[in-house]
């Protein structure tokens, strides 16, 4: 009861918190799948924790799971605006790239720090049951659209496809952060959506969200995002071979969190030495990013896609 106390806590402060923002992989040895026991969130809980970041944009989800995981680098992040404050210095932090990425944008790890019990079970549901947390946000995105409470703006772009939500930037140059009420949103037609923050991007935006594949793609200098990539629809992203990086979290231990991120990891290894099409390495990401070809499923013949209409 605690914990859901403090679930659903975080979840409300979360979906007014975020209104105050203002527009301003480490090298791995091989793991095993971690064996110890964890108390893991029951749908209920992911509901709430996750309904008031469901509708965000795919590249701030890609960027903000990933530096859920590691909420002692979001307080030193916090600290360094606190004692230094310097933009140009950043990049020079020991953090990890997703956390590294959030600091361009102090109102954000300032709030994430200030509300570091719903930060940790982001990152520890994230984590812990990753195909939970990506199954919730494109169940309440499905929810949010069926009640015409989701659809492209000139801030966002929505696009349907096989069944998975896309919500992606209609600025190259500028991230909006959706601001709602998770409640409403949900469950009744005529639910409002704000667009009052914008966050402008830079090269430190490398992250962006591959939900049929279901994994968070981390870009390189060697593999930079394409011009004019998140305009383009899903099939057109992904028709190029290209050898992009996947993240996965840092190991414990030598083990990794769940079962999930152990396969990941192997079947990385196994395209590393079987195909050209495959993963093939790692780098660092706020954990682990494996470079990866992007064509693998994003190019099936039955694919149905459907960009949702303004309205």
């Not at 704000?194 to 430190?204: I, P, Q």
């Amino acid at each position: 009861m605690k914990r859901m106390f403090l679930v659903v806590a975080a979840a409300v402060l979360v979906a007014h918190g975020f209104a105050s923002m203002a527009t301003r992989a480490e090298g791995l040895d091989e793991p095993a799948p971690v064996e110890e026991q964890v108390q893991l969130f029951t749908q209920a809980e992911l509901d709430v924790m996750l309904g008031p970041i469901a509708l965000y944009p795919d590249p701030l989800i890609a960027v903000l799971l990933p530096a859920t995981t590691q909420p002692s680098e979001i307080v030193l992040a916090a600290r360094f605006w606190d004692r230094v404050g310097d933009v140009n210095q950043i990049q020079d932090q020991h953090w990890s790239d997703s956390v590294k990425a959030l600091a361009y944008y102090p109102e954000v790890v300032r709030w994430l720090d200030e509300n570091l019990e719903w930060t940790r079970q982001v990152g520890e549901a994230f984590l812990n049951q990753p195909e939970d947390v990506m199954a919730t946000i494109q169940r309440l995105r499905a929810m949010a659209q069926a009640l015409g409470n989701l659809a492209t703006t000139p801030q966002q772009i929505v696009e349907v496809n096989d069944g998975e939500i896309d919500i992606l930037p209609a600025d190259p140059d500028i991230v909006y952060v959706p601001v709602y009420e998770p409640a409403p949103i949900y469950t009744q037609s005529g639910g409002h959506i704000w667009f009052v923050n914008a966050l402008r991007t830079g090269g430190w935006w490398k992250h962006d969200w591959d939900w049929q594949n279901k994994r968070v793609v981390v870009w390189t200098k060697d593999c930079p995002r394409p011009q004019g990539w998140w305009k383009q629809s899903r099939a057109d992203r992904w028709k190029t071979q290209m050898n992009v990086q996947e993240w996965s979290p840092r190991t414990r231990g030598g083990q990794f969190p769940c079962k999930y991120w152990a396969t990941r990891w192997q079947q990385n290894l196994k395209g590393k030495s079987g195909s050209n099409h495959g993963p093939s390495g790692a780098a660092r990401s706020g954990g682990a990013s494996h470079p990866h070809s992007s064509g693998t499923g994003a190019q099936s013949g039955g694919q149905t896609i459907t960009r949702i209409s303004a309205r």
